[in-house]
């Protein structure tokens, strides 16, 4: 029914509002959503991990205001990023196929990644994620417009790219006319949408999509967007957010938010991570 969800035969939790249920003998649990009308608005849909846990999405608010409470209490936006950069090349690394690809003695067969990047906090995240895949033997060519101002952190994080063999352009007309093993897409801001009109935005989504290579998209902003690259993967942080089709299949990393921080904000929280710290959603 409308407004249900249910699961069958794993380990299942739910949490809405401090409401927490769980089962771990196979059954079938039923939630009706119109019995809990006070919900502020923060579950959206629900998604399942491998082994059947129940993970919502949360409202961009909420997830703003989780971000927020949890740099009051130590996790800076530097620490942050440093996460996120790890937690994506991770994911990347093994997307271009693990050791089977990058190893020492196999390095005339280095793969190639086009890292698209706009001038906010987002872009920071990719550019901390192309240093640590330069790190590990990925050409990296990242792709970041000119501004006269840029943000400290994108400053700060081009300044530790400069320090690899990784390359860096300004022009669109700089990016390979040949198909990339990888393009991650960090081009998309949540508050300012508006960069969707600026001519080096639509330059580069049109290259990505002439390029043809798969794409991962980074903290895409909830929704779809009308000059959107379509991603076959994208990776949330912390929870995920409400994505529209073109996300692709969701991933979900852990960037080392407590989980106290979590109720801070009114989200009983139990991890999904176990032993990992980037792990695949499904749509439930």
């Not at 990058?102 to 240093?131: D, F, M």
């Not at 640590?132 to 417009?145: D, G, K, M, R, S």
Request: net charge negative; proline share 7%.
């Amino acid at each position: 029914d409308v407004g249900q969800t249910w699961a069958s035969g794993w380990h299942v939790q739910v949490e809405l509002k401090g409401l927490f249920l769980c089962c771990m003998t196979p059954t079938l649990i039923i939630i009706d959503f119109e019995c809990f009308p006070s919900c502020d608005g923060w579950f959206s849909f629900a998604c399942l991990i491998d082994s059947g846990l129940v993970v919502p999405s949360i409202s961009y608010d909420l997830h703003k205001r989780l971000l927020a409470s949890a740099e009051r209490h130590g996790l800076s936006l530097e620490r942050r990023l440093e996460m996120t950069g790890v937690c994506a090349g991770q994911m990347t690394l093994t997307l271009l196929g693990g050791p089977n690809r990058l190893n020492p003695k196999n390095v005339h067969q280095r793969p190639t990644v086009a890292l698209l990047c706009g001038p906010h906090v987002k872009g920071a995240q990719g550019i901390s994620c192309g240093r640590h895949l330069a790190n590990h033997e990925v050409q990296i060519i990242l792709f970041l417009p000119n501004f006269v101002k840029m943000l400290e952190c994108i400053t700060t994080e081009l300044q530790l790219f400069s320090k690899t063999d990784g390359k860096q352009v300004a022009s669109v007309k700089d990016l390979p006319d040949t198909p990339v093993d990888l393009v991650i897409n960090c081009l998309d801001c949540h508050e300012n949408p508006y960069l969707r009109e600026q001519p080096w935005y639509r330059a580069a989504v049109e290259w990505a999509n002439q390029n043809r290579a798969p794409v991962l998209s980074i903290d895409p902003p909830v929704g779809d967007l009308e000059h959107v690259i379509d991603a076959k993967w994208s990776l949330a942080l912390g929870l995920p957010l409400p994505l529209g089709e073109s996300a692709g299949r969701l991933y979900l990393c852990d960037i080392g938010i407590p989980k106290k921080v979590f109720q801070e904000v009114g989200i009983s929280y139990h991890s999904p991570f176990g032993c990992k710290f980037v792990i695949p959603l499904h749509s439930a």
